[in-house]
């Protein structure tokens, strides 16, 4: 018997996922699983891949009594409510946004409604953010979309290698970053073959961003790829002094860290080499042209990009070992 969780949210595809993941985890029990359309269902109705005999509760405050953790896997802005009617001893990891953003008026202008307010922000990999997980009862996930800016960028502005106001990002994702409800833009016919941007100049990552790189300014194009799941983001910085290929590689080297990794020079990550993997695959160059830099990484969305870093994040929460339940080898072909 180990740590005893929950999900709330499960019949989405972040919820599946971190099932997936929870069920193989030696060091936790799943006690309840909660959804609101398919609750009174088989979690097997929504989820056949997954081989556990619960039901799909509502998602009320009862459904979570005795649990030592809750995953809160909900759309953005529902998340606020069912963790303010949780005990304050139940610890939480919130994969929406409710509790990323420190500044109220980012989140008025970029999700509207109330501010919830900030949590610990849930991205081990940044400087003193692993001791502070540990230590908190709630963690706030990161967007999948930032997590591959983030780990891109943030270490060459902190090492000042790149100009804070110039930075610009185009990230592409699979489908399964929009969820699960049925949307006419994300049918079979009007994304196979197809590569669509959306929500250009106006992506609700970009505050979480800037929050958690140090840059400024930040110019961000998401696109819509014809694949269920996975994220390619190129980021490119203006060169300051003492910017060259060495240096900036050196700086992305994530010494030690269990699930980022910079490829060999000339490597180029690529989705499909982080798939049910918790890695985030990292290259870097100096434009030979532009002399601006240049960073690639590559992240499961469902994975380092949600539930993986959920399940990271929890295991720091309850003194578990960080990788429990994770793995950095991804799933090919």
């Known amino acids: ?90 610890k939480v990891v919130d994969l929406g946004a409710d509790h990323r953003l420190h500044s109220a008026d980012a989140w008025a202008d970029y999700y509207g409604g109330p501010h919830a307010g900030a949590w610990t922000y849930g991205l081990p990999e940044l400087p003193g953010q692993r001791a502070a997980i540990a230590a908190a009862d709630r963690v706030a996930n990161t967007g999948c979309y930032a997590v591959a800016t983030i780990l891109a960028l943030a270490p060459l502005i902190a090492g000042g290698l790149a100009c804070p106001v110039d930075a610009v990002v185009v990230a592409a994702s699979g489908t399964s970053g929009a969820g699960r409800g049925l949307q006419a833009n994300l049918m079979a016919s009007e994304v196979m073959g197809s590569l669509t941007p959306y929500k250009v100049g106006a992506h609700q990552h970009v505050p979480e961003i800037k929050q958690a790189t140090g840059a400024h300014a930040l110019s961000f194009t998401p696109i819509l790829a014809p694949m269920p799941r996975g994220i390619l983001a190129t980021v490119t910085a203006r060169a300051l002094v003492g910017a060259t290929p060495a240096t900036v590689r050196g700086a992305l080297a994530y010494r030690d860290e269990p699930f980022v990794r910079l490829l060999p020079d000339g490597v180029w990550p690529s989705t499909g080499s982080t798939l049910g993997s918790n890695a985030a695959l990292l290259q870097s160059t100096v434009d030979k042209d532009s002399g601006r830099i240049v960073v690639t990484c590559a992240i499961d969305n469902l994975g380092k990009g949600a539930a993986g870093q959920a399940v990271q994040c929890a295991n720091l929460m309850l003194g ?12 090919a072909p």
Do not use: K, N
């Open 1 to 90: 018997m180990g740590a005893r969780v929950a999900v709330a949210g499960a019949s989405g595809y972040a919820g599946g996922e971190l099932l997936r993941l929870l069920a193989g985890h030696p060091d936790v029990e799943i006690v309840a699983v909660t959804a609101h359309e398919r609750a009174g269902e088989p979690l097997v109705a929504v989820h056949p891949q997954l081989a556990l005999d619960l039901p799909l509760r509502a998602t009320e405050p009862t459904a979570f009594a005795g649990a030592d953790l809750v995953f809160l896997a909900l759309p953005h802005g529902r998340s606020a409510a069912v963790a303010a009617a949780l005990p304050a001893t139940t």
């Open 320 to 331: 578990l070992p960080e990788t429990a339940g994770l793995s950095a080898h991804g799933i």
